[in-house]
């Protein structure tokens, strides 16, 4: 007890020190709290939203409908089956509901749409899209042929409340169905991924016109709690039995967990290198605070302390201040964390990259997870309890008589000492004494400067990866759909509608060839279409391309794994993706049919045989996209002679916007435009500015900490040379001097770090650069994200690279004024006092 | 002639929230050459006192010149500049920068002087190999005994040639051999080179080669005697 009330006295002697390890301790906490309640909200919202808005919590099927996903697969409305579920333990409510594709024509142009037939009583009770409604209502009991849908929907098919859309599908007999429905509301859920593809309908309408009468393909259920929908799944099954299947959330929306746990191990990651550079800065002081004191300590074990007090004092200085850096560090972090929890973090301004993550909209609501808010907490304790361990050892080792005599083992080398001996300016005394001094007490400096190394090399290292990762998400959609720039008719880019087109299109193509940065240059026509196979019918965004220039401009050609690329004269032949062809159960050398909405409005369709597969990796192209030759889709589209895009590529990616830019200055006043790569994929260079940002939150942290970490390292070094300094002052060294000496010895620090900081990094990323670093094991997160394959490259991009370096070296040159001024404001006559 | 004037010195300072008043009205005069040594038990004022004269410090009240510059009147970077070129210190704890050698610890002051390389390195290995440690220049001062150090601390004190040289107890850390080593060669250095050396002292030694002895007790001089050799 009285050891306690010594080290406690012992912690408030040095208030300086005590605060600045406290604030080292509170910072590093308050931001894990806080970064980790960020993307735990983030996965929150998403699940809740994801779940709320359109799944719900599990969903009954007959059993293999989720893998086949056919009409062949739906199940009888059995009513006595669907009130003993609902009367199961867990169970809040259930709907009945048919879920497949059409194709909805609006007054503007056709798109692939999801079709949900929901009970307009029950829905509601299982899923929030009925608290969506922005205009008009939800459905009715009564309503026949009416239809809502997504405000995005709804604004790229031109269509209001009161219009009328058709819906037009195939049936389950294979038949070709179509209805007109009455939009009576439009929804925003604020998910970009439901609000720009799905409709719902009344059921009996559903049934209807899928041919479905008195069936269902499944029921969704909401349950008393989500985290048990497992196991609620399990119960379920007894009642069901084995000719349906029972699946939660986790197995009906694997691509998000996958997502989910991408979050969580990138969160992992930050915490630990938050971690690690807050365990440096801590260790420092403690380390520090027992070497001033050597003289104190040998007084203390020649009074009779024993050594394991000695451990025991110190130890207990460390848990007095890791206590009270916990408690801080938790109010703050708490506080920050459930303040924006409540307010929400805007991040409107990257709306369509966060719309990308199903579930997730342009305010971010932060959430506190006790589990985590715990694990942060007893890490930090023991990272700031447990570095006081060595010094306390050591100390507790020492030989009373030298330690009162103050003797501190010099671990110098001599070759060192000699170094730099000569040399002739004040600056040079000062560069010499300033490096000498950080071999004085390596200990020190290999901390100081192994945190800002670790910190830097981090940085480089993520921020590499994260532009492996952009770089690879650009070129591939750059190499396999989007060019480098693209001409086109104004509003096209909306809605792909082949009501518009590009005039003149020769006299474009060889003007846009004549521009010194194009190397290549096809014109193409893209439209909205669905694809059916005798079973299934998907959307499709099907590409007219020129058989012998597109191969100059994209690369698809480089990746096709069955059959062959498409030739000039190919008549009916059609390349698709390998996830659509699986979806579609198609062979090579099949027959299907592509329908699309024509300029007048009205249906065409066209018989292709498959002659390629093409497999780049990525489910979005792999799934989505359909060519055929550009004559072919000129016929199916009744466009004959005409182009909607002409696809360039140029010498180099970075030339993309100033070729726009050179190329609309031609088109100035004309209805048609040159839009570069960034223009085209907006969604794609959000993303880029959002995962920027977020990175630059984390280098924050890691700067703030770091600068604590420098002037921590620099306060000591100044008050274990206190009588020093007081030495040189008497000598009539000036005190701007004594601030010169200090901010070198940073500067000095500061390199180390840096240099040593950036060659690991560079090591890392040329290592891994070199192999890519697999993320197969997240194959379902990586997948939805445009463009993205499963194993990434670290890249190296100075530019991107130097600023943060940069700052972070002037970071620690400021954090060492502090420690400066306090060294050159010292009393002469004090400070040679001082013991 | 007088290098130092003091006139009614009166030093205030608060130790722990309490006030203390260390010297309590000094008058003085040293003049060029002096060998003097104030002498006086623990809490006499000593220290006080040499601090004031090394512009260390500046009186509560009464007035000190060195030369002709009054200490009072002067800012903290002029009195940097006074320390830099009209004072040398020897302390009783040595007080060497530990991470420059010897020789570097000397040419220190010259270096803040911007006295030429060549001259400076010139003047510090002479000064070195007079208070006897030539070979030793490059070592480290933890690589030096105690009375290898405080000879350094002289070679530094003296080798810009100030006006007075401070030595707050210089012999204190030291064996009687040693010390008595070290005040001989401050005592030829004061004869051969006119240095004037101010001791603060309790040791017999300084006392017995001290020219003046001042006797300070409570803050106030008791005797003031010149020996007549």
Request: a neutral charge.
């Amino acid at each position: 007890m009285k050891l306690l009330k010594l080290a406690y006295r012992n912690v408030w002697r040095n208030k300086r020190r005590s605060l600045i390890t406290l604030s080292a301790i509170t910072v590093g906490l308050a931001a894990l709290i806080f970064v980790w309640g960020f993307i735990d909200g983030m996965n929150e919202q998403t699940i809740e939203n994801s779940t709320s808005y359109l799944t719900g919590h599990i969903k009954i099927h007959k059993a293999g409908f989720h893998d086949e996903k056919t009409l062949h697969m739906s199940t009888a409305h059995d009513l006595v089956l669907q009130q003993r579920l609902a009367s199961s333990a867990d169970v809040i409510a259930i709907a009945p509901r048919i879920e497949d594709k059409a194709m909805l024509s609006g007054t503007d142009e056709a798109r692939g749409v999801k079709v949900i037939g929901v009970d307009p009583r029950l829905e509601p009770k299982v899923t929030t899209i009925a608290k969506a409604i922005i205009d008009g209502r939800y459905l009715q009991v009564n309503d026949v042929n009416r239809i809502i849908l997504g405000d995005k929907l709804a604004g790229r098919a031109g269509l209001k409340v009161g219009d009328e859309a058709v819906l037009v599908t195939q049936a389950r007999d294979g038949s070709l169905a179509a209805d007109r429905f009455q939009v009576v509301g439009l929804f925003d859920s604020g998910i970009d991924m439901i609000d720009a593809s799905h409709v719902f309908i009344p059921l009996s309408a559903a049934q209807e016109l899928y041919s479905l009468w008195g069936q269902i393909t499944e029921w969704a259920l909401r349950v008393s709690n989500r985290q048990r929908a497992d196991g609620i799944a399990g119960q379920l099954r007894t009642v069901t039995g084995t000719d349906f299947e029972v699946l939660a959330w986790k197995q009906l929306l694997p691509e998000m967990v996958q997502m989910i746990r991408f979050h969580e191990v990138m969160s992992y990651i930050i915490v630990f290198i938050v971690f690690v550079i807050v365990t440096v800065g801590v260790a420092n002081t403690i380390l520090m605070a027992v070497k001033e004191r050597t003289r104190e300590f040998g007084i203390i074990l020649a009074l009779g302390t024993s050594q394991l007090q000695v451990i025991q004092l110190v130890l207990f200085e460390s848990l007095i201040l890791g206590a009270i850096g916990l408690l801080l560090g938790n109010l703050i972090g708490l506080f920050i964390t459930s303040y924006f929890g409540n307010t929400g973090i805007d991040l409107t301004e990257y709306t369509l990259a966060m719309e990308t993550m199903p579930g997730l909209s342009g305010n971010v609501y932060p959430l506190i997870r006790l589990d985590h808010v715990l694990l942060v907490s007893v890490v930090t304790f023991s990272i700031s309890v447990l570095p006081a361990l060595y010094p306390a050892w050591q100390v507790s080792r020492l030989q009373p008589v030298e330690a009162i005599r103050g003797v501190v083992r010099s671990t110098i080398h001599k070759t060192w000492r000699q170094a730099a001996s000569a040399g002739s300016s004040t600056h040079l005394l000062f560069w010499r004494i300033a490096f000498r001094n950080i071999w004085r007490n390596p200990w020190r400096s290999v901390l100081t400067s192994g945190a800002t190394a670790f910190g830097l090399a981090a940085f480089v290292f993520l921020y590499s990866f994260i532009d492996g990762f952009f770089e690879q998400m650009i070129d591939n959609s750059i190499d396999f759909s989007t060019a480098h720039v693209q001409i086109e008719p104004r509003g096209y880019r909306d809605d792909l509608s082949p009501a518009l087109y590009l005039l003149q299109s020769e006299k474009l193509l060889s003007q846009a060839q004549q521009h010194p940065s194009v190397i290549a240059a096809a014109p193409r026509i893209q439209v909205e279409a669905m694809i059916s196979s005798p079973t299934k019918t998907e959307p499709l965004i099907l590409t007219g391309v020129d058989a012998s220039l597109e191969p100059q401009v994209t690369k698809l050609q480089t990746v096709i794994i069955e059959g062959k690329y498409l030739k000039d004269n190919d008549e009916t032949n059609i390349l698709l993706g390998r996830k659509l062809v699986a979806e579609l159960d198609l062979r090579l050398g099949e027959k299907m049919v592509v329908t699309t909405q024509l300029a007048d409005g009205s249906l065409g369709s066209g018989a292709y045989r498959l002659t390629g597969i093409y497999q780049t990796d990525n489910e979005i192209f792999d799934r989505a996209f359909g060519y055929i030759g550009l004559r072919q889709a000129q016929s199916l589209l009744s466009m004959q002679g005409k182009v909607s895009t002409i696809a360039l590529r140029l010498q180099k990616r970075e030339l993309s916007q100033d070729t726009a830019f050179d190329l609309n200055k031609d088109l100035a006043g004309s209805n048609t435009q040159a839009q570069s790569w960034q223009e085209i994929m907006p969604v794609l260079v959000q993303m880029i500015d959002v995962t920027r940002l977020m990175f630059y939150v984390v280098l924050a942290i890691v700067f703030i900490v770091v600068a604590i970490g420098v002037t921590n390292t620099l306060f000591m070094s100044v008050m274990e040379r206190t009588r020093e300094f007081g030495v040189m002052l008497a000598m009539g060294t000036e005190p701007r001097l004594i601030v010169r000496m200090v901010v070198y010895e940073s500067i000095a620090l500061g390199l180390i770090g840096i240099v040593l900081g950036m060659l690991l990094g560079i090591l890392l990323v040329s290592y891994y650069g070199a192999g890519g670093i697999n993320l197969s094991g997240f194959a379902g997160a990586t997948s939805t994200i445009p463009g993205l394959t499963d194993v990434i490259y670290p890249v190296l991009i100075i530019d991107h690279l130097w600023l943060p370096t940069v700052v972070l070296f002037i970071t620690g040159v400021i954090a060492a004024f502090y420690p400066a001024a306090r060294g050159a404001r010292l009393s002469p006559v004090a400070a040679i006092r001082h013991a | 002639m007088s290098i130092v004037c003091i006139e009614h010195v009166i030093k205030d300072y608060r130790q722990n929230g309490i006030a203390v008043q260390a010297l309590r009205g000094i008058d003085m005069i040293i003049d060029k050459g002096e060998f003097m040594a104030l002498v006086g038990p623990s809490g006499s004022g000593k220290t006080t006192l040499l601090n004031l004269i090394g512009g260390l410090d500046t009186p509560s009240s009464g007035r000190i010149w060195i030369g002709k510059q009054e200490i009072g009147k002067l800012s903290k970077r002029e009195l940097s500049t006074l320390r830099l070129w009209k004072v040398g210190f020897v302390f009783q704890e040595y007080n060497l920068i530990p991470v420059l050698s010897a020789l570097e610890n000397v040419e220190y002051v010259m270096l803040l002087q911007k006295i030429p390389d060549e001259e400076r390195r010139k003047r510090s290995m002479a000064v070195l190999a007079e208070v006897g440690l030539k070979g030793l220049e490059h070592r480290r001062p933890q690589e030096l005994s105690g009375g290898q150090q405080q000879r350094v601390a002289v070679a530094r004190a003296i080798v810009s040639e100030p006006t007075i040289v401070l030595a707050d107890e210089p012999t204190a850390n030291l064996d009687s051999t040693t010390g008595g080593a070290l005040l001989d060669l401050m005592r030829d250095l004061n004869e051969r080179h006119q240095v004037t050396f101010i001791f603060s002292t309790h040791d017999p030694m300084v006392m017995k080669r001290a020219k003046r002895l001042v006797q300070l007790k409570d803050g106030q001089i008791v005797n003031d005697k010149t020996k007549t050799s």
